[in-house]
């Protein structure tokens, strides 16, 4: 007798939440909201992820993980889709992968700072009085800043 | 029809792509360290503007055609890019100028392109969108700073104008492709907010200037050969070589 294994979106879920983003490593890319939607047909996983920048390199990096991931745990049949619409929100951010931001010492985006200004919360002594470096950081989805008080250069996630 | 979809998707494609190889020769050569990573940023979201747009039109054209082989293996006749974005870096303003000229045409154009009925154009342009606002707001603060800075910043803001205005008329001069679109309608606010900018910046608006065009259409300047025999010298030089 052959019994159906069903595929429950669960599993496949809890497999994702270990693949991360590989340019800010502690979120992984649910907290990050790239994955849209996860359908099963049978054996047959689709994942539809959306990128969050249009030029990050970091999704096809993104993509292989996916992929490597559950064919680790014993999926094979994976097809990945990347849709552009609706557009790639920081809104989408999960709170834990805000904290886990912050505890990294990124940032996290802020609708107050939609446009990057001084005054963005320091993540390491939580002082206001910061200053606003560039709005471009060591990658696309970051601007850079200082602390006034600490001292300490940080990242800023911008929002998107 | 299709065959201007195609054509259009192409132009967008060309263009962005070329300005990001531009900006991209400014990595390592930036004039200080954060703009050198500001520059180079805008670089990597026009490359991934132009990707988006290649694989597109890859789609579109079917059979074995990627974004690579759009990309690597086209002629310059075959390049439908503005002149504007082909034009020599030229010193720090210069870059700053062209990219401003560019971001401002970019902006309202992708704003209409957004609402475009071809739905992946549409998507491709909202999401462009999003960055191309901090391009216009950083390409526009560095014209105001140079324009209105010392008396050498702004007279190489005079020279870049006096380079770069004369390819600035071809963005509203529609090609047969570009259907989608009406960018004739782009131009007067394209010129307001340059005017505004140029005022901020204490910076003399153009008039009577003899407008280049061509590009759209692939005739171009002297420097677009130079500029893909770097962008296309591996896939010439080992054909279907891959990382
Ligand atoms: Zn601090």
Redesign the interface.
Known sequence: MVVDKEISPNKIEQILETVCDPEVPVLTIMDLGIVRDIKINGEEIEIIITPTYTGCPAMDMIAMNIRLALSENGFHKVTITSVLAPAWTTDWMSETGKQKLKAYGIAAPNKKFDIPADGVECPQCNSLNTKLISEFGSTACKALYQCNDCKEPFDYFKCH | MENKLIDHILHLADTTLILAQRNAEWCGHGPIL??D??IT??S??????S??FYQYAAILIGGDTDEDKLAYLRKEREFKNLLLVEQPNGDWGQTILRQYFFSQYQYLLFEKLQNSKD??L???S???L??IK?HL??SSEWVVRLGDGTGESRSRMLKAIDELWRYTGEMFVPAAYETAVDIISLKNEWEQKVKTIFEESSLPLPENVFMQTGGKQGVHTEHLGYILAELQYVQRAYPNSTW
Do not use: S
């Open positions: 954060e703009q990573i500001a940023n805008i990597l979201d026009l490359l991934g503007q990707r988006n739905e992946q549409a998507a491709i909202a999401k462009a999003k960055e901090y707001r950083w």
